[in-house]
């Protein structure tokens, strides 16, 4: 009984789904981007792709190294030299480290030069670079990722470490994948999955579960939804880090661009989740971890520049924007 009250228990998730196209003027996709600040992996799935394009490959490697400064006070946040050196230049971002969300006190410095302040479960405070110095008295790891960053001689006084996003890239042949249509996001009965079924089937493919639904596999019964078609091989590729939403953005052209020469196949998708310790989601939202954590979205990008955007948090966030 007491496993059932747990179960009855579990948080409820909010998942927004959309339809737009790029070309449109009032398209929100760059902004939605722009705005999710905090990024711990991006992912890329291309059906019917063998070999990555020498654009994509360049954009994957050129994401750039992310920072660790420990023991680091945090009034050095609200110096001016720090401000000069980083805030004005505009592309910086902070985010302590090895904080949990719903019981220590969480730091974050927006681009616009805000700080978001978690001071405890019950505490949300926005402030701006002249906040009161009492609440930057302690200390901690911070992790910053900067455009052009200089921060390796900036923090040379700390124990600063340079860190590189770790690149997974994985060829899977014959992948059974959904059948989908720009124009049907609910789907349609035997002619096409919906947004929320392909939502569910991304996180199987993205996590390498078995999807045969086999009796005797005791990890995942999951299979691809129906209607669906196998394609020969799909290319997988996940970049993980501390990722700046301007990078973000690149990529996502560049995949826009993927059909500008004809492609067998009919879409690809992006996928970006955010770090489940940030004390903000999209702006200045505010997130929390309760059981779950996520942030994240997901656009389905089809041959015809049309797009599914998909966005997701759970436990006490506010709706996705």
């Known amino acids: 009984m007491a496993t059932l009250r747990r179960l009855r228990e579990v948080p409820r998730h909010l998942l927004v789904c959309e339809k737009s196209n790029f070309g449109h003027d009032k398209s929100r996709h760059r902004h939605l981007v722009e705005t999710h600040y905090y990024n711990y992996r991006v992912s890329f799935l291309i059906p019917e792709c063998g070999i990555l394009s020498k654009e994509l490959k360049d954009l994957v490697m050129g994401f750039g190294p992310y920072y660790f400064v420990k023991g680091l006070p945090l009034y050095e946040l609200i110096t001016h030299e720090f401000i000069n050196t980083f805030v004005k230049k505009g592309s910086c971002y902070a985010l302590t480290y090895n904080t949990n969300i719903d019981e220590d006190n969480t730091v974050a410095l927006l681009p616009n030069g805000k700080l978001i302040l978690s001071l405890d479960k019950d505490t949300y405070e926005e402030t701006g670079l002249q906040g009161r110095p009492s609440q930057y008295s302690g200390r901690k790891t911070m992790r910053f990722s900067a455009e052009g960053s200089t921060m390796m001689s900036y923090f040379s ?146 041959n015809n520049r049309d797009y599914w955007l998909q966005m997701a948090v759970g436990a006490d966030d506010d709706c996705p924007p």
């Open 157 to 302: 006084g700390y124990g600063i470490q340079e860190h590189q996003p770790k690149i997974a890239l994985s060829t899977t042949p014959d992948l059974r994948c959904p059948v989908l249509r720009s124009g049907l996001l609910g789907g349609e009965p035997e002619a096409a999955c919906s947004a929320h079924e392909l939502f569910d089937w991304l996180g199987a493919v993205f996590s390498h579960a078995d999807l045969n639904n086999e009796p005797y596999n005791f990890v995942s019964t999951y299979c691809c939804p129906q209607p669906s078609s196998v394609v020969a091989q799909a290319s997988l590729c996940s970049v993980t880090g501390f990722l700046l939403p301007e990078r973000i953005c690149v990529l996502l052209e560049q995949l826009c661009r993927y059909f500008d020469e004809p492609k067998l196949a009919p879409w690809v998708t992006l996928s970006v989740q955010g770090f489940a310790d940030s004390p903000v989601s999209w702006r200045e939202s505010e997130h929390g971890f309760q059981k779950g954590g996520e942030h994240l979205y997901n656009f389905v990008i089809f």
